[in-house]
């Protein structure tokens, strides 16, 4: 019990009778590297809404480190300790790398220590050692719209462990990136799996095994199946619905 | 054929502290030079020439470009484009001519009252009779409103053109309210500031004018100082990440509810130092003056023309627009408010960050490229030093 991170019970969500999700269970051990696959409209990113608590359930049970997350807004969820990246990166365009990787890596979230202002020599080294880790030193005191697509990229990882969450949440974060980009991505997430529980959701079945230790299939809401990389390839029904049409696609 | 890229070297901090300190001395000289001309030359030489009549309009257009510092913190830097700050110009405002209806009469009830057959002064009155309370309640009560309609408005994650709506429509409530009630504080009449006794003198007399102008300048400079440190620090860097992408701020792991209620207050405050200033130097304030839709909606046309998220271009475009507005409707009464339309659209099409933004940006590339220098970086020094696009550049020219 206590070393499951995350438990989901019986979760639904409907939106005007339509179930996005539909009795879906599933489990993530702490330290996990867990990867979500499914075909579009399979409920992943749903799925990922009601973790952060942007949508909330029509009915089950979300416990993260054993405590029930549903009544809790999204603010809360993250100061929590759940950090969530998005589909398409999403920093603060205006603000530079350092700006960003300071607002997300400041512990006080509150107004007064925004009005205080000053970073403490600690955040400070913390952050240039993010820029560091995301190869983004050079790139540190320019607007992030600068930036390129697989820079932003990086920039949204990098912010997203500066809040030192317990579990990363990873929308497709190889989206748009060319082939070196995505290998430079799958390394940072291995290293980072090092020491945090991850879950990512992704397309790109290149890069999922490289990353995948444990696989789960989503399918109309709710999980198909789940094993490692080899068992769910030859797992016939994820074939029917999944990499059976990728491969006639290709 | 292989492209070299250059990468710019990494420049050490206590370098960059140290521009940045230069920068920061060099805008505290900047400020007190301003401030002084505004106290000692300008007066004087307008009133050397002859044009006294532009030191009172000066003074109440200065108190007006505190209103606009207020407009763009909440607008340029936050993003919440707010058309009732009448409101709170007008709470300011009110609130020290209340205090000077009173000691008109030596802290009587003021005569408009026995037009309505009221004898005795209304209890909410009272307060107003000190002081003291007067100048809390300038800001603070603007404050205290702005925090409870701001808290209901911003929990309810009302955003966008929906905050600029219902900001409106506070606005016209409060307009009917100010207006319709003769029997509390003379309605439509407003109410008169300049035959009160202040600091021993008529409140029109120029001595008493000439402490009002210095007033004016001086709060405009602790309203610029308190606005630039709240938009250089972390604060500022909150409010434009709210500006620009909000639920990123929450998933983050703040609440953006309690930044914006901030900052719609701070502005609220700041509208109300506004009012009360330019009412004693109006001489009088009605409903129809402070708490017009029109009136609300110029503060935001001020910024814009000036420069969103700029603070300076708040000031010159407040100062622009009504100069502009003073002269032109004197010469040409009938199409002043074409020209104000004319300048606005101009500004929205032509320089959509407006003149102190244009300045900063393509304007001060255009001035460096006239006086023979280089085009300023503007991405990546790898990219624009490339020899293969310097190449290009050179070659494309003619």
Same mark, same amino acid.
Request: net charge neutral; glycine share 8%; aromatic share 10%.
């Given at each position: 019990?206590s070393?499951?991170? %995350? ?22 051990d ?56 998005f ?7 205006k ?20 009005l ?7 955040? *400070?080294?913390?952050?240039?050692d ?7 030193? *050079? ?6 719209? %600068? ?28 989206a ?28 790109d ?6 990353i ?7 399918h109309?809401?709710?999980?198909l ?11 016939? *029904? ?13 | 054929m ?6 710019p ?25 301003c ?31 505190i ?56 209890a ?29 408005v911003f ?19 409060f ?8 029997k ?27 402490? &009002? ?5 001086? &709060? ?24 620009d ?27 109300g ?16 003056s402070s ?15 000036g ?8 000031? &010159? ?22 020209f ?18 244009w ?21 990546y ?18």
């Amino acid at each position: 019990m206590s070393d499951k991170i %995350l438990e989901i019970e019986h979760l639904t969500v409907s939106f005007d009778g339509f179930k996005a999700i539909s009795d879906l269970n599933f489990s993530l051990d702490a330290g996990e590297l867990r990867v979500v696959i499914g075909p579009n409209g399979a409920g992943k990113t749903t799925f990922m809404d009601v973790i952060t608590g942007k949508t909330k359930p029509t009915a089950g049970k979300v416990h993260f480190k054993g405590k029930d997350i549903l009544p809790y807004r999204e603010h809360e969820i993250a100061q929590m300790g759940i950090g969530r990246k998005f589909q398409t990166p999403r920093v603060y365009l205006k603000l530079t790398p350092r700006e960003n990787l300071e607002l997300s890596c400041v512990r006080q979230k509150n107004l007064w220590s925004a009005l205080r202002g000053k970073a403490s020599s600690e955040e *400070r080294r913390t952050v240039s050692d993010l820029l560091e880790t995301i190869g983004l030193t *050079r790139r540190a005191d320019i607007p992030a719209e %600068l930036l390129s697509h697989g820079e932003k990229q990086r920039l949204e990882i990098g912010m997203l462990v500066a809040q030192s969450p317990d579990l990363l949440l990873v929308d497709e974060p190889v989206a748009g990136l060319t082939d070196e980009e995505t290998e430079a991505v799958g390394n940072l997430l291995l290293q980072l799996a090092e020491t945090h529980s991850i879950m990512v959701i992704e397309h790109d079945m290149e890069f999922v095994r490289q990353i995948a230790r444990k696989v789960t299939v989503l399918h109309q809401g709710t999980v198909l199946c789940e094993g490692s990389m080899d068992e769910v390839q030859n797992d016939p *029904r994820v074939i029917e619905v999944y990499l059976g049409k990728e491969d006639e696609d290709h | 054929m292989t492209v070299e890229t250059i990468e710019p070297a990494v420049e050490p901090r206590a370098l960059v502290r140290a521009r940045q300190r230069r920068w920061f001395w060099l805008e505290v000289a900047l400020v007190i030079v301003c401030a002084l001309l505004l106290l000692l030359v300008i007066p004087a030489i307008l009133n050397a020439v002859g044009q006294g009549v532009r030191v009172n309009q000066l003074g109440r257009f200065l108190a007006l470009a505190i209103a606009a510092l207020g407009i763009d913190l909440i607008w340029g830097y936050t993003g919440l484009l707010s058309l009732g700050h009448g409101i709170f110009f007008a709470l300011g405002g009110y609130a020290l001519a209340m205090h000077l209806e009173l000691q008109a009469k030596g802290g009587g009830t003021p005569d408009f009252f026995s037009l309505y057959g009221v004898t005795e002064l209304p209890a909410f009155w009272q307060p107003f009779n000190s002081l003291p309370f007067t100048i809390i309640a300038i800001w603070l009560i603007p404050t205290l409103v702005a925090i409870a309609l701001g808290y209901l408005v911003f929990r309810n994650r009302i955003r966008g053109v929906y905050f600029s709506i219902l900001t409106q429509a506070a606005l016209i409530v409060f307009f009917n309210f100010f207006n319709g009630q003769q029997k509390l504080i003379n309605g439509t009449n407003g109410l008169k500031t300049s035959t009160s006794p202040i600091f021993g003198v008529q409140a029109s007399d120029p001595r008493a004018q000439a402490i &009002f102008y210095a007033l004016s300048v001086v &709060f405009l400079v602790l309203g610029y100082a308190f606005c630039r440190w709240l938009t250089s620090g972390r604060m500022g860097r909150m409010l434009v990440a709210i500006r620009d992408d909000e639920p990123r701020v929450r998933f983050s792991g703040y609440n953006p509810t309690w930044f914006k209620v901030f900052v719609f207050a701070v502005s609220a405050a700041l509208a109300g130092i506004a009012g009360a200033l330019f009412t004693v130097q109006s001489g009088i304030i009605t409903p129809s003056s402070s708490l017009s839709t029109a009136f609300s909606i110029e503060m935001v046309i001020w910024v814009a023309v000036g420069g969103r998220a700029t603070l300076v271009g708040a000031i &010159f475009g407040t100062l622009l627009v009504n100069f502009a507005r003073t002269l032109l409707s004197e010469q040409f009464p009938a199409v002043w408010l074409f020209f104000q339309g004319a300048l606005f659209l101009s500004v929205v099409t032509i320089l959509p960050n407006g003149i102190i933004g244009w300045l900063r940006g393509d304007g001060f590339a255009l001035a460096r490229s006239l006086f023979g220098g280089r085009h300023p970086i503007a991405t990546y020094p790898s990219l624009e030093t490339d020899p293969d696009v310097e190449y290009e550049r050179q070659n494309s020219r003619d």
